[in-house]
């Protein structure tokens, strides 16, 4: 999840929490359409900290006690600590905070990691970067950077969690030149057939930002690539 979005969930979850005057004893029984959409709400606003506070630049040191704290200090009709108008300033000031300095973090690891892995039997290095193993070597031609391919892929991070693939689903299709640097060269590298391993520093990636929870700014990551097709 990108910073700028999760920092819009909680700033508008912690708004609606300070709009709230009146607070009325817990009760999940849901009785009525109304029933369902309040407690819809308050699930979402809850799965916003539980899941997603933790996954968030910075969100592992926030205290969720004091989160569930103030609101309900807050629905109960007590005066805020920290004014509405300001929490936009304040949150959104600490995770890009935060979100800085993890992915200085994150980029020095993966400066590590690629002088590691670079080491390793197989493993090739680009003039830009780029890191590659040979799976397997296809026969076919290989594409143009305006030519349209068919794939299939897996992506992990480092730590080798699994954040996209299209196993067990149909092969993807896409122009070379349409995706991220990294696999823009490293397809024009691979002949129809073949199947390469990927180590992509952040630079060739998605850089400082965050499109998912499990990539983290300026990530090293990881892909298995089969080049299947070239559609003409």
């Given amino acids: 999840m990108q910073i700028k979005s999760f920092v819009v969930a909680l700033v508008a979850g912690s708004l609606a929490f300070a709009s709230c005057n009146t607070f009325k004893s817990s009760n999940t029984e849901l009785k009525t359409l109304a029933d369902s959409v309040a407690y819809a709400i308050g699930s979402d606003m809850a799965n916003t900290v ?62 590590k990691y690629l002088a590691e892995n670079g080491k390793k039997s197989g493993v090739k290095t680009t003039a830009s970067g780029l890191q590659y193993e040979v799976i397997k070597e296809g026969k076919g031609p290989k594409p143009a950077a305006t030519d349209t391919v068919k794939v299939n892929y897996k992506g992990t991070t480092t730590e080798g969690k699994v954040f996209d693939t299209n196993e067990g689903k149909a092969p993807v299709q896409f122009p070379v030149n349409r995706v991220i640097p990294g696999w823009t060269e490293a397809l024009q590298l691979m002949s129809v057939g073949s199947k390469y391993k990927l180590y992509v520093p952040a630079s060739l990636g998605y850089g400082e930002q965050s499109p998912s929870a499990d990539i983290k700014p300026n990530s090293v990551l990881i892909f298995e690539v089969e080049l299947l097709e070239i559609k003409k």
């Fill in 50 to 111: 539980v899941k997603q506070l933790p996954n968030a630049p910075g969100g592992k040191e926030i205290n969720q006690k004091l989160v569930l704290a103030a609101f309900t200090e807050v629905v109960s009709g007590k005066a805020s600590k920290i004014p509405a108008e300001k929490i936009p300033t304040i949150t959104q000031s600490y995770f890009m905070k935060m979100h800085v300095m993890e992915g200085a973090k994150n980029l020095e690891e993966g400066k």
